[in-house]
């Protein structure tokens, strides 16, 4: 008896299926092709079908969910954003595919529930469709690769309004020129400010402005900082122990073009004074 048939009109999935189910499940296949489609029957007696049934299904979740999974994301996201060009949709797959194996929890569970969902259409019906598996059977594994889809273009679209913006102000630096030499930037509480080499305070009343109502807790203080920098187009910058974040750093180095240090451990570091007269370098 030939208890199970797996058919596919896919190309990319057809690829190799037939060795796959052989090596997967042992017994007897057989294997045919006309064109695109693709048929694997698997012969045996009720009994030993029976026994089969789960690492079958198993064999097939892992070729859908596992082996295919690349596939069927990038035709999700083509379908999806068709409008990205090619370089762009595999910079957002590869973001997908790290949203979705972030947890390794998450990724057994994606596992098993197809597998279960398969096993159980198996106990039914003798023949499954790749493509009908994918689109019927697996609708929640599929939501979860659109909203992954869906998270991961947003993130490319953040990184393209940043890098926007990072170009914006190097322009403004470039335009600026340099109007001073050296600047130190010195953290205080919960506000910075500038010196000269000779460690004189430079531009309060501008940093004032700037920080008026600005939220210092969320990024505010950066903001300010950078946008301070580049009014005043100093030629290096020294950044003392600042509380400056990941993202902060990332783009003054950007903008500043090695033009920015970032000091460890001075006598500018340490000291808690902000008078105008403080004098150590």
């Known amino acids: ?33 006309q064109g695109a489609h693709l048929e694997c029957a698997f012969h045996s007696d009720g009994e030993e079908a029976e ?7 198993r064999a097939l979740a892992q070729y859908l969910v596992v082996y295919h999974e690349r596939d069927w994301l990038d035709e999700l996201l083509r379908h999806r954003y068709h409008t990205f060009e090619h370089g762009e ?15 390794h929890e998450q990724d057994q569970g994606r596992l098993d529930l197809a597998t279960t969902l398969i096993f159980n259409y198996l106990k039914t019906a003798p023949q499954l469709v790749i493509e009908g598996i994918r689109t019927f059977l697996m609708q929640d594994i599929r939501t979860e690769y659109e909203e992954a889809i869906d998270q991961a273009v947003d993130i490319f ?3 393209q309004e ?16 340099t109007q001073h030499d050296w600047i130190h930037v010195r953290y205080t509480a919960d506000r910075f400010h500038f010196e000269d080499s000779a460690g ?7 940093i004032d402005d ?21 009014t005043l ?8 122990r600042g509380d400056l974040g990941r993202e902060g750093r990332e783009t003054l180095v950007q903008v500043f073009d090695g033009r920015v240090l970032f000091c460890h451990g001075c006598a500018r570091c340490y000291t808690t004074q902000v008078d105008s007269d403080w004098r150590t370098f």
Request: hydrophobic share 50%.
């Open 1 to 33: 008896m030939t208890p199970w048939v797996v058919m596919t009109d896919h190309a990319a999935m057809s690829e190799g299926l037939g060795e796959f189910l052989a090596r997967s499940i042992p017994g007897e296949w057989t294997e045919s092709r």
């Open 51 to 57: 026994n089969v049934a789960w690492p079958l299904a």
């Open 89 to 103: 949709q595999r910079q957002i797959l590869d973001d997908v595919v790290h949203i979705l194996h972030a947890d």
């Open 157 to 159: 679209l953040m990184e």
């Open 162 to 177: 940043y890098q926007e913006f990072v170009r914006l102000l190097k322009r403004l630096v470039d335009v600026a020129g």
């Open 200 to 206: 004189c305070r430079l531009a309060d009343n501008l």
């Open 210 to 230: 700037m920080l008026e109502g600005v939220d210092r807790q969320i990024g505010g203080l950066d903001d300010v900082l950078i946008s301070a920098l580049v």
């Open 233 to 240: 187009a100093p030629s290096r910058i020294t950044i003392h």
